[in-house]
């Protein structure tokens, strides 16, 4: 069984930044991949970025250039730096894990005003 808290979200100005975390606990393994999905109001879940066990990433089109995701192998924790947000980056932003099946997090709300 594995457990993901996701923290961080809140308001932010367009413009602005945001640092999500997801810690994750239970039967984790250091080389998962983990990863970042956010679902705007009455749209589709939107792939944002992922980390695999050795680090490597991949982020979606639309947040390119502007989120970063890192690890901490230690805290088994997630991050994602949210730089130069836009209103269409706001919703609901859940972590997940990939094992023998995928977990989820309950999901942070960002919202960012024009």
């Known amino acids: 069984q594995v457990e993901l808290v996701e923290s961080g979200g809140g308001l932010v100005q367009a413009g602005g930044s945001l640092r999500l975390s997801c810690a994750a606990s239970?039967?984790?393994?250091?080389?998962?991949?983990m990863g970042w999905y956010r679902q705007a109001p009455g749209k589709q879940r939107e792939f944002v970025a992922r980390?695999?066990?050795?680090?490597?990433?991949t982020y979606g089109d639309s947040v390119q250039g502007r989120f970063t995701i890192s690890k901490d192998n230690g805290k088994n924790t997630i991050y994602l730096q949210m730089n130069s947000l836009q209103p269409e980056d706001t919703g609901v932003y859940s972590c997940?894990?990939?094992?023998?099946?995928?977990?989820w997090g309950q999901g942070t709300q960002v919202t960012v005003s024009s």
């Open positions: 997940m894990i990939i094992t023998s099946i995928d977990y």
């Open positions: 239970g039967s984790i393994l250091r080389l998962n991949t």
């Open positions: 980390i695999t066990g050795v680090g490597l990433t």
